[in-house]
């Protein structure tokens, strides 16, 4: 069945620092989404790419999805102790319907003052 | 607080004993979802409903979990003779239903042990 990997499993940066986070699947994804899941807390959806190459930006987040739509990745640049926690992402777990999430295991951020 | 709400919170049980859990989605939302996340994962799938239809189950799901949306509102997810395996953080989720690749807003989830 699909598989979606995530490189790093951990990261511990200094703040200002930047930070990137990759993701792999083994089959072609129709989209990606990306959730961040602070410590004792619930996933929070961040974004969704779908087109190929795909480059979107939220502040200091870079999302982009490659050019194949089996990767993605995540940069944050200039890292903030805010930006603690674990970064997911998502494809769809059936490729008929789509509806249910694939998550990775996600890349844990520890953002040192 | 209009996000999507699950109780208990938290949840202690004896191996062998029953356990439900509650979930309410989103008011408008029309499709439901239930993951499973344990300890260093990311959430695993177990189930979806659109309204009150469960369309889709995980090979996770086996025949002890049980679950239900009576009416296409909230939904419960009932573990029938729970094993120390079951432990573990249940996620609810809902979305809008506009399409493929939709949002989906998860609530706090309840977490299990089970001694």
């Known amino acids: 069945g699909q598989q979606v990997m995530q490189i790093p499993q951990y990261q511990h940066v200094q703040e200002g620092e930047d930070f990137t986070t990759y993701c792999n699947s083994s089959?072609?994804?129709?989209?990606i989404q990306w959730y961040k899941q602070r410590p004792g807390g619930h996933p929070v959806f961040l974004i969704q790419?779908?087109?190929?190459?795909e480059v979107k930006k939220q502040k200091r987040l870079t999302f982009q999805f490659g050019e194949a739509k089996k990767n993605s990745s995540l940069h944050i640049t200039a890292t903030q102790t805010t930006d603690v926690g674990t970064y997911f992402c998502?494809?769809?777990?059936?490729?008929?319907?789509?509806?249910?999430?694939?998550f990775g295991k996600g890349t844990s951020l520890l953002v040192t003052p | 607080d209009t996000g999507v709400s699950q109780n208990p919170r938290h949840k202690i049980t004896k191996r062998g004993q029953n356990v439900t859990f509650r979930c309410d989605p989103i008011?408008?939302?029309?499709?439901l979802y239930w993951y499973r996340q344990t300890l260093g994962q990311g959430p695993e799938f177990l189930t979806y409903?659109?309204?009150?239809?469960?369309?889709?189950k995980s090979r996770l799901l086996s025949d002890r979990f049980s679950a239900e949306r009576p009416k296409g509102s909230f939904s419960t997810l009932e573990i029938q003779r729970t094993e120390q395996g079951d432990s573990a953080m249940y996620l609810c989720?809902?979305?809008?239903?506009?399409?493929?690749?939709?949002?989906?807003?998860f609530g706090p989830g309840t977490r299990l042990l089970v001694l």
């Open positions: 790419l779908v087109k190929s190459g």
């Open positions: 409903f659109q309204n009150e239809a469960q369309l889709e």
């Open positions: 008011s408008e939302h029309n499709r």
């Open positions: 989720a809902s979305s809008l239903g506009t399409g493929v690749g939709e949002t989906q807003y």
């Open positions: 998502a494809g769809p777990q059936f490729s008929n319907s789509g509806y249910a999430l694939n």
């Open positions: 089959t072609t994804l129709s989209n």
